[in-house]
């Protein structure tokens, strides 16, 4: 069996590695790389990730040794020294992190020695192996991550019982990773805890070298992030819980207690922690009694999303809502055992629905799985229709949802049609928000 | 010329001797050119660009009715998501009826590396025919199967036996050139091998004289119009308004066309471009074999360049006089539309960057509104750039040549502190922070060319100095990452010229002492 993809939503391990240190406060990401990889992942980057820009450092000002056909029969060596001493006499950063393309990597250069022997004098050099070939955005993510953690990361002795760290929300490939993060670490702040979340807001290197002082690392997601908590594990002794990403009263209700029992919080605080957030969240959508029930906003529903994204916008559609996600289909590229982790987050859902899951990268096959899944009209008079319906996916789902004729939103990426700031969805603050894009949706042409 | 026997065609650095890291003057760039010697230029310090599969995907993209496989690891082609939402409208805008253009990703992984890609080349092509049924499978080849050496043109061969989709390989892998425009070469070459041929008539069944006289007249006032990625239906809609004034039919690509729309470029009359750095490999082609003639003549931005354009295609065609009075006409209305926008754009001073052509054009329409020109920024450099450059009025004038480099943007910015910016995308958001309000140097939606884009860019302009809160807050309260020092530094002291290879001219000048 072959392994193309159809219209693939996410970059290269090279595009995940520059998406994460492109946020990461103070980096200055460095491309050993053919010329033309740099402005991909810049043009990728910005116009499917909402609009995210250049950022202070990347798009078209993203360092990059450009090498091209010359390079490639004498080795890029040399020309990597040059783009790094000039990009550390050029640059103002605190941290210069260099990842590496396919070519450089096919024709056997030596990037970590190169970048080592900067280190070796003092300068503030990173460097780690991202050839394209190795894997896609995810990939280039945890390759980040684990460099950090091995090698930037004070190893610290003491642990503070009340610091953690979050991860597993990717950078850039998750749109809403800004507001996701800031929503999760006010969460855990409620239960008395500091939270480093590496990208989120307010974050410094700082708190990412100090990170090693902590006791306990949750990684938000089943498939996101792992390897890189083993690394953590394994050089700072710190432990790794891993919890889905919740969205909605269901979901994060569940996360927090999740969180809560690996810490051995308080149930009592955790209860009114939860309580609390419940009453904030439940008097605002009070409001939508009259609309929900008036308009019946009740829909049925097709996700599309990456296995983080597609269990938590199907719980928070299938609890919250009280909608019937028939169908979910989950994009990125897993191995089975992934696969099966990911599944069994689909079984729980307190109303009951278990939608059928679908696991396919590729955006074309949309109609064939729901044509699978729900019968076509024969003529019949009577015809139990997908309708009214709506799609939750990436600007890609588009298609399929006129074909259907839902509505339609894109949260996961590519987000194209869409300028997203500071927007979460996490959460229960961000399960207003989400509350108030779909249906805004549904309400847009009154 | 003639390189369609070969699988490639020759980079732009070998062909034409294109360069992209120059910093200096006009009069002085020309004279270097001339001599050969801008070849070997280099930066030491380099930001990221496009590569020619980049550039070659915002041609192929637009090909209507097809799917476009990238041949490479997973991340190639990723900024096609991007622009994938939009792209079917423009689509839409050609055809009503028009079709997604699809893209499969080979993702050619560790065991492709080792063991070679062409299984996943071979199901890509097979799945894009059974899913999608279309005119052109298009298959762009990135650098991994170039340098594991994938036979592309092999499972191409293998394959056209099985499937109806004429497949079309595209040989623009990104290593191979500095010169991202060398994309343009590698499309055509593939259009040529694989899309331009007679088409079949086929014959009455009843002999009619006059409809054959008819079709023979039609023929022979058809043009080619070349167009460009960066253009918009409303450029192309400007331009073919002035071409039917002369009464000539039109042939528009390679952009939106439909595959099977290129076997007529071979019975037009004339191929003409729109973009003079842009076609030429295609028009050399398209004359040596099927004799069609071409005209290669800047670009039509600004009076005199329409102008410019449009008498030698009416000279071609002899109708000169013709197009005399559309001139006339188009001209006389015009200059009194631009009255109040010359008061407002009087002596403002700007930098303008993006392709040299379309540079070169804006700012003598610039200067003609009123404007100062500071300087320029180009992305390369080629001879088709020496006709306008010496009729450029300032021989001294800033000329850079750079593929995006926002860090001598900054500086020259920093140093020149214009009223406005006129940028290529991705430089002007860098720009951005440095303060003054930015006009992109060309948007697929709005429009440049012709009269309209003269009157419209002159309105943009004057809309842009009404109101640049955005930029200057963000100049305020946002930073670029130089530091400081950078900006007391000369803004080429980045760019190695020195030990500079021999350039071909110059060697064939030895060889003949």
Redesign the interface.
Known sequence: M??????????????GAVGTLKVLPRT?PI?HA???????????L???AGYL??G??????????????KD?VFGGEERLE??IS??L?????DLFFVVTG??VE?IGDDTLSVSRRFRNQGYPVLAAET???????YRGYDIVLETLFREYVDVSSVKDPKTVNLWGVVPVQDVFWMGNLNVLKSLLGQLGYRVNTFFGEGETLDNLKGAGSASLNIVVSDTFGIQAAKVFEEVHGVPYITVPLPIGSAGTERFLRTVAAALQVDEAIVGQVIAGEKARYYAYLERLSDVYNDLDLQRYCVIVGDSNYAQALTGFVADDLGWLPELVVITDILTDEEQKLVAGRFGGFASGIAPRVVFDTD??NMSRHFNDLWPRNRSQRYYDAFSPAFVIGS??D??FAEKLGAPHLSVS??V??RVVLDRAYAGYAGALRLTEDILSVLVGNR | MDYVREKAPPVREDRLQTCNAYGGNCCDLAGKSKQGCLIGAR????????????LSLAILNTIRDSVI?VH???????????????N?NFLKLRDAGAR?V?????????N??IGGGE??L???IL?AEK??RPSAIIIVNS??PA??GDDIDGVVAELQKEVNARLVPVHCE?????I?ASAYDSVYHGILRNLVYPPEHEARVMPDELEDLKEKYRLSRTVNLLNVASMSRADEVELTRLLKALDLNLNIMPCYAHPDDFQGATEAALSVCICATHDDYFVEHLKERYGVPFIISGIPIGIRYTNQWIMEIARFFKLEDAARRLIAAETGELEQALIPYREVLRGKRVLIGAGEIRVLAMAELLRYLGLEVLGLRVHHYDKFADAMLSEMPDEKLMYNVA?????EQANLLARLQPDLFVGHT??N??AAKQGPPIMPAFQQSGIYMGYNGVFEIARKLARKLRNPAFNRNLAANTR????QE?YDQDPFS?IDTGDMPVGPVEAEQRNAG
């Open positions: 072959s392994n193309f993809v159809d219209r693939p939503r996410y970059l290269c391990a090279l595009g200055i491309i053919a010329a033309g990889c740099g402005g991909n992942i810049a043009n990728a910005n116009g499917s820009g250049s202070y450092c990347a798009g078209q000002a993203l360092p990059s040794t450009n090498i091209y056909e490639i040059e783009q000039n990009t006499r050029l640059i103002d950063g396919c070519m096919m050839a394209g070939f190795k894997g896609n955005s955006a074309g600007a890609f588009r298609d990426y590519p194209s049609n | 930066r030491t310090f380099a930001q990221a660009q496009g590569c020619q599969l980049n496989i490479g690891p997973i991340g190639c082609g990723g900024s096609s998501a991007s622009s994938a939402g939009i079917k997604d699809p893209w499969i990703n080979t993702n050619l992984g560790n492709e590396v299984a996943n071979r199901a890509a799945h899913e999608f650098c991994v340098i594991i990104g290593f191979k050139t500095r991202s593929t995006g480099q926002p860090f991705g430089a958001g860098l670029l990452p130089y530091v950078w980045y």
